[in-house]
């Protein structure tokens, strides 16, 4: 690897799986910083038949945030800071728009707000994958459940929007 090439050395590579795991974590302890008692204040909803119970979303995100970071990782391995900034970028910014969901939807209780937030995560999502397509295939396919899964939360954040 010449001195020139913006990829991240060997040694390096661990240092930066672990930068990824902490920013996904970051996203996600800021998250949940905000929804103390978010089961019970999701369970005290008026939802629709199809909503997941709430045991169901720790599980369904830790493995998300899990995939989010390899995901970042892998781009990052591939193309670098340097070669990879717009799709990291992107990528950053999807973290925080994730991180302020939870605060305006059970901290605020702001269920319109919210709704309009997840629209933009996910379109942020949508614009990581294809940039991190042009990167790394696999890094891309890691994000797929995560748009699902970020798509159906919309989906039931209207839902309990239109019924509260």
């Known amino acids: ?21 902490v920013a996904a974590a970051a996203a996600a302890v800021t998250g949940s910083l905000a929804a103390t008692d978010a089961a019970g204040r999701y369970g005290a909803l008026v939802q629709p038949s199809w909503a997941p119970p709430p045991w169901l979303f720790g599980p369904v995100w830790t493995v ?9 990782w892998l781009v990052w391995r591939r193309a ?5 900034r717009t799709a990291l970028t992107v990528y950053a910014v999807s ?20 709704f309009a937030e997840i629209v933009l995560l996910a379109a942020s999502i949508v614009a990581t994958i294809v940039l991190f397509a042009r990167h790394s295939r696999p890094a891309a396919a890691l ?15 209207l839902a309990i929007w239109v019924l509260n």
């Open 143 to 157: 994000l797929v459940p995560y748009l699902a899964w970020v798509s159906f939360a919309g989906a039931l954040n």
């Open 95 to 114: 973290l925080v728009l994730n991180a302020l969901w939870t605060p305006l939807f059970f901290g605020a209780g702001l269920f319109g707000v919210a």
């Open 64 to 72: 998300l945030y899990t995939l989010i970071a390899v995901a970042g």
């Open 80 to 84: 670098g800071w340097s070669g990879g």
């Open 1 to 21: 690897m010449s001195t020139l090439d913006p990829r991240p050395t060997a040694p390096s590579r661990l240092a930066g799986l672990a930068t990824f795991g």
